[in-house]
């Protein structure tokens, strides 16, 4: 049975005096999902619509297609995928989401979500109720200009998917990606685990599931990276970039020879 939860559910862990707390201005992440203008005043403000979730475990959805739009939530700790049921009845991953990330903002032009979003790992949230939010935005113009980076990057990335690339280059831009998102958190960004398995990033891709596993064993035999089970290894990042070709231009990788500490942190 499938483990339900709802954002309009969580508790707020505030609110828990023998839980400690760490307040937005002190959270390693506030760089990635705070603007950085923001004055002192301005976050404190901004910390008391946040409701911060108990752990979520792995198939516990915060979304379902078809939920009422409340709130959107920024990823804590652990890592997410959305998804939606296609007519045939099959599943069609459309993001993965990792910590700092904010997940929902696709639900504002109909009031619903269109999506299901479930954590792939043990997990936690930030659940901002939309309404405040945009109060705030109102008067916070770092604030608005945040929510529209946000959504225009993923209006981005959407493009970038859908646009004809060969198995090979579609493999070399997620691993890219991912490369980029966990530099951008302080971890390592030529080795870390992969907390989705193949037959997500095959969705995702819009590949099959062999086809995936094909390339990744032709990208380790060029040495190029190097896979153990869920662990991924980029051994030459200037090699995989050449790979993706022009479709990550935009994307900021370290082409150096350096390595920077490995975390071991699961996630997708």
């Not at 309009?8 to 307040?23: F, G, M, S, T």
């Not at 705070?34 to 002192?40: C, D, K, M």
């Not at 005043?41 to 979304?63: C, D, L, T, W």
Request: aromatic content about 6%; some cysteine; proline content about 3%.
């Amino acid at each position: 049975m499938i483990n339900e939860l709802r954002m309009h559910d969580l508790r707020d862990y505030q609110r828990e005096p023998n839980r400690a707390q760490v307040a937005c201005s002190q959270c390693t992440l506030s760089a990635l999902c705070l603007p950085s203008r923001l004055s002192e005043e301005e976050i404190s403000r901004f910390e008391q619509i946040v409701h911060r979730s108990r752990p979520i475990q792995a198939g516990e959805h915060i979304f379902r297609s078809g939920d009422k739009f409340r709130s959107v939530a920024v990823v804590r700790t652990g890592c997410f995928k959305s998804y939606v049921i296609d007519r045939e009845g099959q599943e069609q991953v459309l993001a993965f989401h990792l910590p700092g990330e904010v997940i929902g903002l696709d639900a504002i032009h109909a009031g619903r979500h269109m999506v299901n979003v479930v954590a792939l790992d043990t997990s936690a949230v930030c659940s901002l109720p939309f309404s405040s939010v945009l109060r705030m935005a109102r008067s916070m113009p770092d604030l608005q200009h945040e929510l529209f980076r946000v959504m225009s990057q993923r209006i981005s990335e959407l493009e970038t998917m859908v646009g004809d690339l060969s198995a090979d280059e579609r493999i070399a831009l997620f691993l890219l990606s991912l490369a980029k998102r966990f530099g951008r958190r302080g971890y390592s960004d030529k080795e870390f685990i992969l907390a989705m398995s193949r037959r997500d990033i095959a969705s995702h891709l819009r590949l099959a599931t062999e086809t995936v596993s094909r390339v990744l064993s032709r990208f380790q035999q060029r040495d190029i990276i190097a896979v153990n089970r869920q662990q991924v290894r980029i051994l030459n990042p200037g090699a995989l970039a050449e790979v993706a070709g022009d479709w990550q231009d935009g994307l900021e990788i370290d082409r150096t020879d350096g390595w920077p500490r490995v975390q071991k942190l699961a996630v997708c």
